[in-house]
């Protein structure tokens, strides 16, 4: 069991014993406690018996899916979860958001992202205020329902709108490219260039933040979701 210091507290589920003690080794010299699991069933006891900051999940394990437990974690507990996955895996970035992950990296990883994206997690875990619900501001987007509200009025999105909103809420404070957005939201369905990125945030601006107070323009660099009073 953890002893409770002022330290994170991160489980590591993850069958590859090679990939546990790296992570192990990586997360403790950055100062955070660490607790490991070899597969879905002792992660999912070790998550109910101890308090973590974060949880890091293979996806392909032995006993119970990485898929299944994120599922059954979700439905007990708001714990950030970051999904580790390999390249070869069939899942779409989409629905391993909807699984109720926070963010996933692609195997293999360098540590610096991986610690960048979990310091992101740690500055963005009050977005989270229902277990399946994301709000920003006066914008609302339920997980469950596929369903957006601006002060708690339904507003009807497209499929790709809705993905592309979800993607700016997860990423809220980072400067996110043109080609970043093709590749997370179109993924592999879209050949054309960045300039439908364009087109769709000016849709979500009218629908959803006609005064401009969130979604921002980064000239040369991309968009941002990000409240007027924050620098």
Request: aromatic share 8%; glycine share 6%.
């Amino acid at each position: 069991m953890l002893v409770n210091t002022e330290k994170k507290n991160i489980l590591i589920i993850e069958d590859d014993p090679k990939i546990r003690r790296y992570l192990e080794l990586e997360l403790i010299h950055e100062g955070y406690n660490v607790e490991l699991a070899s597969n879905g069933k002792v992660g999912l006891a070790l998550f109910r018996e101890n308090s973590y900051s974060l949880i890091l999940l293979d996806l392909m394990m032995p006993e119970i899916s990485g898929e299944e437990v994120c599922k059954i974690i979700r439905t007990e507990s708001n714990i950030p979860i970051l999904i580790l996955t390999a390249k070869d895996e069939t899942f779409s970035k989409i629905e391993l958001l909807d699984l109720g992950a926070d963010d996933y990296i692609t195997k293999p990883f360098v540590i610096g992202e991986l610690l960048a994206r979990m310091r992101v997690i740690f500055r963005n875990k009050n977005v989270f205020y229902d277990k399946k619900i994301i709000k920003f501001g006066e914008i609302s987007l339920n997980l469950n329902s596929k369903e957006v509200f601006l002060h708690d009025v339904a507003v009807s999105l497209t499929k790709t709108e809705y993905n592309l909103l979800h993607h700016l809420l997860i990423n809220k404070g980072l400067v996110l490219s043109r080609e970043q957005i093709l590749e997370n939201v179109w993924e592999h369905d879209y050949l054309g260039d960045g300039k439908i990125v364009d087109m769709y945030i000016k849709s979500l601006r009218k629908k959803l933040d006609p005064e401009n107070k969130y979604i921002r323009t980064v000239r040369g660099f991309g968009y941002t979701l990000k409240k007027e009073d924050e620098n």
